[in-house]
Nanobody, 119 residues
Framework: QVHLVESGGGLVQPGGSLRLSCVAS????????MGWYRQAPGKQRELVAT???????NYADSVKGRFTISRDNAKNTVYLQMNSLKPEDTAVYYC?????????????WGQGTQVTVSS
């Protein structure tokens, strides 16, 4: 079995910062692209940022210059540093990873972590 577990969400005031972490565990052979997505109430899930195994990054226009995605391959972990947070960043944030495991090659999702930006 393969699992993705997020942590680091919470309540923060506008202009504040949070750092999300996501750890992959299980019988993993390779981890390719990892990323963060978010879903606000009443809206579709949207891409926030992705990072390839060669650390090439991609960001949604709405978070460019404020969010930074990084990964530690030795720890099977991806991070999302979120600065200058705005109320519109409020959402459930989901970790995603394209991985090859004993079960095959699939996209995996974490359970989500709530980020609320409010004064």
């Amino acid at each position: 079995q393969v699992h993705l577990v997020e942590s680091g969400g919470g309540l923060v005031q506008p202009g504040g910062s949070l750092r999300l972490s996501c750890v992959a565990s299980g019988s993993i052979f390779s981890i390719y692209t990892m990323g963060w997505y978010r879903q606000a109430p009443g809206k579709q899930r949207e891409l926030v940022a992705t990072i390839t195994s060669f650390r090439r990054t991609n960001y949604a226009d709405s978070v460019k210059g404020r969010f930074t995605i990084s990964r530690d391959n030795a720890k099977n972990t991806v991070y999302l540093q979120m600065n200058s947070l705005k109320p519109e960043d409020t959402a459930v944030y989901y970790c995603n990873a394209h991985m090859r495991s004993v079960s095959g090659e699939y996209d995996y999702w974490g359970q989500g972590t709530q980020v609320t930006v409010s004064s």
